[in-house]
């Protein structure tokens, strides 16, 4: 079945990802004060999604729109690469209002910067991510032709645990991109824990790269899309997890303080 989905200017909006992670996309989406109220939903007791099958992760979209349902919101924002990858198709043909995921606002925004397409550029994500493929066909059809893509799953767990910076996060980075011998010139974020430890990874690299990240990708695109204007009143937020939704609260709370 075709669902007519109604376009208003979203003024009530969903947030879904897998658990922490999106908290990053929702930061930039609290920054841009175009929104009277937003919806966070962490599916905190089954991340990761990043190691499991497409199956289990157009599965768990599902489910969680179900849980939208009854919030009554304008737009959903997939704040996950890894569901974004596998479960939005599933999710929009589900659903009556738009739902937007953040790699294709992601490579928008790498356009819109790197407009040398022998540039090289490097993609991580998630195992699921980068098994998808999705970032690398969509670059490729851009005309992109200098890509690396690298699963950096285990920096997942470790900005969860706290670890923006210092010698574990060092060696992981070594052990992940010593097989990569460039000075690639962007860097796509593709999961949204990573924009965490955007300042470490930049080192690394010389702070040379440029870093795309799925939040201010997502705000470009979506002030593209929609008439935007600023609110009066700050956004009002909800949040609502599967498990542990202190957990989530303390660390959102950790997380949009970040600079
Ligand atoms: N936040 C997810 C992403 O952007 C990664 C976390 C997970 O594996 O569930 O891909």
């Known amino acids: 079945m075709i669902v007519q989905k109604i376009k208003t200017t979203p003024k009530k909006i969903g947030v879904f990802d897998s658990g922490a992670g999106g908290l990053s996309v929702l930061k930039s989406l609290i920054n841009s004060q175009s929104f009277e109220e937003i919806i966070y939903y962490g599916d905190t007791a089954r991340v990761p999604y990043g190691n499991r099958s497409q199956k289990v992760i157009i599965q768990y979209s599902l489910e969680a729109l179900n849980f939208f349902k009854t919030q009554h919101i304008d737009l959903l924002i997939v704040a996950c690469n890894t569901i974004s990858a596998y479960g939005l198709q599933s999710m929009q043909q589900a659903s009556s209002y738009p739902i937007i995921g953040v790699i294709k606002p992601g490579i928008l925004a790498l356009e819109n910067t790197i407009k040398n397409k022998d540039s090289k550029i490097l993609v991580l994500g998630t195992k699921a991510t980068i098994k998808s493929n999705l970032y690398q066909t969509l670059l490729q059809k851009r005309g992109y032709h200098n890509l690396s893509a690298l699963a950096t799953s285990l920096f997942v767990p470790l900005v969860e645990e706290g670890i923006f910076e210092g010698e ?11 097989s990569y011998p460039n000075n690639p010139d962007a860097i796509i974020l593709g999961c949204t824990h990573f ?8 080192k690394y690299f010389d702070n040379k790269p440029l870093l795309i990240h799925s939040g201010d990708s997502i705000m470009q695109y979506l002030q593209k899309q929609y008439p935007l204007k600023p609110t009066t009143n700050p956004t009002k937020i909800t949040f609502f997890a599967s498990d542990n939704l202190e957990r989530l609260k303390q660390t959102a709370k950790l997380w949009l303080n970040q600079p």
């Open 195 to 202: 924009p965490l430890i955007a300042k470490s990874i930049a």
């Open 168 to 178: 574990i996060l060092d060696s992981t980075m070594h052990y992940y991109f010593k």
